[in-house]
């Protein structure tokens, strides 16, 4: 199989994937909840509204019909109004999701530049203390759940030492600025510092432990053994030849743990009061917000998918011994 | 006859297989001390959990209600709360530059030079009031009609005939006094004995403050107030419903009556005239130093102040109820307290954990949460593993279409993010325990099957199950006697894997409030903290939880981690074919 044939077939499956997660959630929605403008009726919808709702999306055709609305308005990116908010659920979950992206993306980034470089330290260290005792604390934060790390966290930089602010993004009271300006504040990176360094040193372990282990393997090959022979010094043949050839599943892991990232740090947006994607949806749930639940879970599989499928890729382009059998 | 005998041997030789299989991983669990510590440290929890009722010192749903005697000094900006009594201490005085003090129980004590001294009563009654006009002359008086003088060293019981209880006592001279009960009851003090006066009111009387013989007030439940004058008494008209529980007077005839609900009315010689504080709830003592400075106590450490023009809150950091309040040397001095609930205490032998911010021991929901998270984890894992491995064998042996739409489910399932998913599940039916247990299970298995397949891919061409096939075995007996035994290992060790991941993931979601709102696990006892704000500054309450869920996982990780050996050929010989 060549590489086109490939890269076609993995995103055939990928998009297959998610056109059953949509089904599924169609169906599950409608097991649970077989009229969804019964949430709306408290509201104070009357029942002439009610039926303008109901004609809008289709609810009072036949399931099959509902069901191929309910595709196209999904392939359409219209997810309708959210019952909460009163406001369009797209424009609310691309902020929400913005700073999720942000928060994710400087933990993922402290847990992968540390991590790896740990991880040849680690290697290099084989069998003494510090390799144990690193081994033991990366452990310790790993098993330790994270909304309970990041409670411990606020209890003793926030609350105690008062380093850093216990919940939110920015100081209240603030000026509405655009996305860009905000996030290149002090006070937002104060925000941000001490949730990313939560989280990222719960992702730290994974890579640290990922990069030792193929570090070990490396090292045991030819060309390190020449390098040696040249004459170059033990960090130098650690750090610039054999770490350069660990480093692809430290790289394909990281794609992988951003695509469970944007979903699944639910917790640690609840506990810093994040106002990124995972709290809204937390908060859709409570309010029995459906359009905003589910427009919420759909990006998080669908960002887990693309991952998972930049993660294959990445891993067939980088190894070139990697047979391509078309994920078998 | 011979096949019977052979079939024998090989059922024999089977189970001696799944035996060996399962011995090998505990062999070598046993020679790795930190798995040898992580299987303690489960075997203990287990233990916990089993026991829980045992070891719970209290139903973990109960508020815990604590009564004391504390006296409260407000002194600067320093405040020291002195416990001096295990009942609730009723009425603080100072008499000659010493603070006295009465409470339930028979309790009575005295300050000298800083520290509290217990006098020797003969009585147990509750005692509510006290009256001294100096240190050797004075009355003490509580329910079942007790009223005890005291005179040159000796202690006398009174004999009235009252069998209720006296609320309040005070003595104005050798020969006058007043003490006053439950429904309308009034004795005066004629210098040798206690007489009953005809009282003008059937409601209770808390509270006297006399001027002197022939001036003063009584005041009582239902808005009563009596006016004693020149040995008469008559009701005055005050426009309230509400009880009264203390009053006090000042030589200008100033007075001052609080009561239930936060009512305070003051008396300028006059008439009563009501006063708005910004208090509604119970005040049970008050005292003036005069018309400009007036000090009020009540429920819940309300401490107020008068300043002639308004009315201000006395800082204070107690949340217990205040009895009766005196001002010794210039400083505030107040008794109390009621029963009140044990709210966020922090360890104490009682409570090793402390409690929660509703008075409940956490202790004991830890006790029972172990219990929770253990069974939960166990179950799914077992569920989990059950799945994946049938899943992996299936998959594995028959490859072709079956493989190919098992992988693709298990394909699907890798894209469905944990909590997200768990919250789907929620919004469209309930929190409950099956909510957890559906959510970790059904997207956990996809990890075991796809190691277990794997590996059953590599078996199922090994010579012994080929071997198998030609002498005609069917696919059933292959699977399960020739290669399942050879998975046990690795299952084994994806059940510990599971288990702990099992753990953390019903925390989370019973940390979200997604999992069964009545039921204690570490993950909702973390839960409850968040909800109620107090985990800031609780560390008793989030850092037991926590621990242990840290604990488990990490005992389980060392104990997968020396398994791993089993299932990593590398790091230890080729795995053995079952066979030879």
């Not at chain 1, 369009?88 to 993922?108: C, D, K, Q, S, Y």
């Not at chain 2, 059940?495 to 993950?523: C, D, H, K, N, Q």
Request: hydrophobic share 45%; with cysteine; glycine share 8%.
């Amino acid at each position: 199989m060549n590489k086109g044939t490939y890269v076609l077939k993995r995103l055939g499956q990928s998009v297959i994937i998610f056109w059953i997660i949509i089904t599924m959630l169609f169906f599950l929605f409608r097991l649970g909840l077989p009229d969804p403008t019964q949430a709306l009726i408290a509201e104070g919808l009357s029942r002439e509204e009610r039926a303008l709702v109901q004609e809008r999306f289709g609810l009072d055709q036949p399931l099959g019909t509902q069901y191929l609305i309910y595709l196209r308005n999904t392939l359409r990116l219209e997810f309708g109004t959210s019952f909460y908010y009163k406001a369009p659920v797209a424009g609310i979950i691309h902020e929400r999701l913005l700073n999720t992206l942000v928060l994710m993306f400087l933990a993922i980034l402290i847990s992968y530049i540390i991590g790896p470089l740990l991880g040849v330290l680690l290697s290099w260290k084989r069998g003494t203390r510090f390799e144990a005792g690193s081994i033991a604390v990366a452990l310790l934060f790993r098993s330790a759940p994270v909304f309970w790390t990041g409670m411990i966290a606020i209890m003793l930089f926030s609350i105690r030492w008062g380093i850093f602010p216990a919940s939110g993004m920015r100081t209240i009271p603030f000026a509405e600025t655009t996305f860009l300006t905000k996030i290149f504040t002090l006070d937002f990176l104060h925000h941000l510092l001490l949730p990313s360094l939560t989280i990222g040193l719960y992702y730290v372990g994974l890579p640290m432990l990922i990069m030792r282990n193929t570090m070990l393997e490396v090292m045991g090959e030819d060309f390190i053994e020449l390098c040696r022979g040249k004459g170059m010094s033990e960090g130098r043949v650690m750090y610039r030849h054999a770490a350069r050839n660990a480093l692809l599943p430290v790289v394909t892991q990281a794609a992988v743990t951003i695509g469970l990232a944007i979903g699944g740090q639910v917790v640690i947006e609840t506990v810093f009061s994040w106002p990124g994607l995972g709290r809204e949806m937390l908060q859709a749930v409570r309010n029995s917000d459906y359009p905003l639940a589910q427009a919420s879970f759909l990006l998080m599989a669908a960002m887990i998918l693309v991952m998972n499928l930049i993660a294959d890729l990445l891993y067939s382009y980088l190894d070139p011994r990697v047979v391509y059998r078309g994920g078998k | 006859m011979k096949s019977e005998r052979k079939n024998k041997n090989l059922k024999k030789e089977i189970i001696k297989l799944y035996l060996k299989n399962i011995s090998r991983p505990l062999r070598i669990i046993a020679g790795d001390p930190l798995a040898l510590t992580g299987v303690f440290i489960l075997l203990f929890l287990t233990m916990v959990g089993i026991f829980a009722p045992f070891l719970a010192l209290y139903d973990p749903n109960e508020t815990h209600i604590k009564t004391e005697g504390v006296v409260f000094s407000f002194e600067e900006s320093l405040f020291r709360d002195e416990w001096i009594s295990d009942l609730p201490l009723n009425e603080i005085k100072i008499i000659e530059d010493k603070p006295y003090t009465v409470g339930d129980g028979g309790f009575m004590a005295s300050r000298e030079k800083g520290t509290w001294t217990t006098w020797e009563l003969t009585t147990e009654e509750d005692l509510f009031g006290l009256s001294f006009l100096r240190g050797e002359f004075g009355v003490v008086a509580g329910s079942g009609g007790t009223l005890l003088m005291y005179e040159n060293g000796e202690w006398r019981k009174e004999d009235t005939g009252f069998t209720g209880t006296f609320y309040d006592v005070q003595l104005v001279r050798e020969n006058f006094g007043l003490a006053v009960g439950q429904e309308g009851t009034i004795y005066k003090w004629d210098g040798t004995n206690w007489e009953q006066v005809s009282s003008p009111t059937p409601n209770d009387l808390h509270g006297i403050a006399l001027l002197d013989q022939d001036n003063g007030f009584i005041v009582g439940s239902r808005g009563t107030i009596l006016k004693w004058e020149n040995g008469n008494l008559s009701p005055e008209m005050v426009m309230t419903i509400r009880d009264f529980f203390d009053i006090d007077i000042i030589s200008s005839g100033f007075a001052a009556a609080v009561g239930e609900r936060g009512t305070i009315f003051f008396y300028n010689g006059q008439r009563w005239s009501e006063q708005y504080g910004p208090e509604t709830r119970e005040l049970r003592s008050v005292i003036i130093r005069d018309e400009n400075d007036i000090y009020v106590a009540g429920r819940f450490g309300i401490s107020l102040n008068y300043d002639g023009l308004r009315w201000d809150r006395v800082d204070n950091p107690y949340r217990r109820h205040f009895r009766s309040l005196a001002l010794f040397e210039d400083k505030l001095m107040v008794v109390g307290t009621d029963p009140y609930v044990n709210e966020l205490a922090s360890p104490t032998w009682a409570h090793p954990f402390g409690t929660t911010h509703i008075g409940r021991d956490v202790f004991s929901q830890v006790v029972f949460g172990t219990r929770t998270a253990l069974f939960i984890g166990f179950v799914t894992a077992l569920f989990v593993s059950i799945v994946g491995v049938n899943v992996g064998l299936l998959a594995g042996y028959f490859k072709g279409l079956l493989d190919d739409l098992l992988m693709r489910f298990v394909d699907i399932m890798y894209a469905l993010p944990f909590e997200p998913f768990a919250m789907i599940l929620v919004l469209v039916f309930e929190p409950s325990l099956w909510i957890v247990f559906l959510s970790i299970g059904l997207l956990t298995w996809r990890t075991n099957a796809r190691i277990i397949r794997s590996q059953v891919l590599s078996l199922s061409e090994r010579p012994f199950v080929k071997a198998a096939k030609v002498v005609g075995a069917n696919n059933a007996r292959i699977i399960y006697l020739h290669i399942a035994p050879n998975i046990l290992p690795l299952a084994f060790l994806q059940l510990a894997v599971a288990m702990g991941w099992a753990i953390t993931a019903e925390a989370t979601l019973s940390f979200l409030g997604l999992g069964p709102p009545r039921i204690y696990s570490w993950g909702t006892i973390l839960h409850a903290a968040r909800l109620s704000g107090a985990w800031r500054t609780a560390w008793w309450w989030i850092i037991p939880p926590g621990v242990l869920i840290m604990l488990t996982v990490s005992s389980v990780f060392f104990l997968s981690r020396s398994l791993e050996v089993l299932t990593n050929p590398r790091l230890e010989g080729e795995i053995e074919d079952a066979r030879d």
